[in-house]
């Protein structure tokens, strides 16, 4: 098979490195990819994930067989539509939802009321706009400190507040109300906090079945002890400790079965993966969030825990047969840790040369914000490399990757120390 795939991070280099291994692989094309993905696909740096024209060009030409979206923003402006509507490509098999689908991580509003609609738990909310901001100061007045306000559009990853007090909290509200974040904050979610652990389930689903991927858990802070602001992510850790059997039982039947029949119920075609933000509150799953694609950095440490054929399962994702997928889970543990620029995630540095020893065995270098210019590469991101490990025990697994983290190099270098200690505590039944 000859696969396009679009994105150009470390979730797209995490998923070009597992698709290369599949023996049904022909060609791998990434769409503009990065400085890791040519190691393994052909990168086609001119190519933006939201020009469908040109990426219904790249189809043709060469001959794709299935198209894989790994950001959210192509999702949501519809390419999945604009395929369907054209005039030779109307069947290609795409890993991806349409827009009705996408609206799930497009906007926050719809995915809460989708959740009430179909009595899947999730925190209490209302949504405001400018002209009812009033009411929004009165319902934040009912609620208990700290306070979740949520824009309720595509924010890059930055439209999530939680303020501390009510005055923090109406203050927030109007500057959001008032373009903080641009038309992304023209609505805005304001719903309870709630108090627990938090982790990131991946269901892939055919529309009718589904398969639950490993579990992971991500790490959102810049700084070590979840301090500082928000960024894209800062590591992750599969498996997690709590999402035992018996918790994932409680997900699948409160959460997962519910969201694909109400999907189906809606009419929607949800061909593709559905990321659910899960809270552990209290031994009980609550949704967080949806997204509509796979997580960054979740999926620098998923793809190392699925054995089986990755492809196979993206294969049977678009054409509607995932109901005769059997997943296999490595059950070693993996842990990435990202290593980002000065500044990130503010106004960060780019064009530092950047010297990246060969990894040992079990250690993968999932590239993010990087490229190669004469056979150097140099940072060209926030977040610059994931640098993924196996191992035995979680503790090994994160010494890997952490022994590794210190002998890259490059000018402005920057990542957590504190990368799954939390989940290393809770196992040992410290917390």
């Not at 150097?376 to 977040?383: A, E, F, S």
Request: net charge negative; glycine share 10%.
């Amino acid at each position: 098979m000859n696969i396009l795939l679009l994105g150009s991070g470390g979730r797209e280099h995490a998923m070009a490195w597992k698709i290369a291994q599949s023996p049904q692989t022909n060609k791998v094309f990434v769409a503009p990819g990065n400085g890791g993905t040519q190691e393994v696909a052909t990168n086609l740096p001119d190519i933006d994930v939201n020009d469908f024209p040109a990426i219904a060009e790249v189809v043709m030409r060469e001959s794709i067989d299935l198209l894989i979206v790994g950001p959210e923003e192509p999702l949501v402006r519809g390419i999945v539509d604009y395929f369907r509507r054209h005039e030779t490509l109307y069947d290609l098999p795409i890993v991806g939802p349409n827009a009705a689908g996408a609206r799930l991580e497009g906007s926050k509003d719809f995915s809460k009321a989708f959740m009430r609609r179909h009595s899947i738990p999730t925190a209490a909310y209302q949504t405001f706009m400018a002209e009812n901001i009033q009411a929004g100061y009165a319902f934040i007045d009912t609620m208990k400190a700290p306070y979740v306000l949520k824009a309720d559009g595509l924010a890059g990853g930055k439209g999530v507040i939680i303020a501390a007090s009510a005055e923090e909290a109406k203050r927030e509200l109007a500057e959001m109300l008032g373009g903080k974040f641009g038309m992304a904050s023209s609505h805005v979610v304001v719903e309870e906090f709630l108090n627990g652990v938090e982790c990131s389930v991946f269901v892939a689903t055919d529309g009718k079945n589904y398969r639950i991927l490993p579990v992971a858990k991500d790490y959102k802070r810049i700084g070590d002890g979840d301090t500082g602001l928000n960024t894209g992510g800062m590591g992750s850790v599969s498996p997690v400790p709590f999402a035992d059997e018996v918790f994932m039982q409680k997900v699948e039947e409160r959460i997962v079965r519910p969201t694909i029949a109400g999907l189906i119920s809606e009419g929607i075609d949800y061909r593709g993966i559905i990321f659910v933000g899960v809270m552990n509150v209290g031994g009980d799953p609550y949704v967080i969030e949806y997204n509509c694609r796979m997580g960054d950095p979740e999926t620098e440490a998923v793809v190392l825990r699925i054995e089986s054929d990755f492809l196979e399962l993206l294969r049977r994702i678009a054409s509607g047969r995932i109901g005769f997928y059997e997943l296999k889970e490595d059950q070693r543990c993996a842990a990435s840790v990202m290593l980002v620029s000065r500044g990130y995630p503010g106004n960060y540095e780019k064009g530092k040369e950047m010297e990246i020893p060969i990894p040992p065995t079990d250690t993968i270098l999932f590239h993010a914000g990087t490229v190669m210019r004469d056979g150097k590469v140099y940072t060209n991101g926030g977040r610059v490399l994931a640098v993924s490990s196996y191992g035995s025990t979680p503790e090994a697994a994160l010494q890997r990757s952490y022994t590794h983290a210190r002998q890259v190099l490059y000018d402005g270098k920057n990542y957590r120390h504190d990368i799954g200690q939390d989940m290393l505590l809770l196992a040992k039944g410290d917390r």
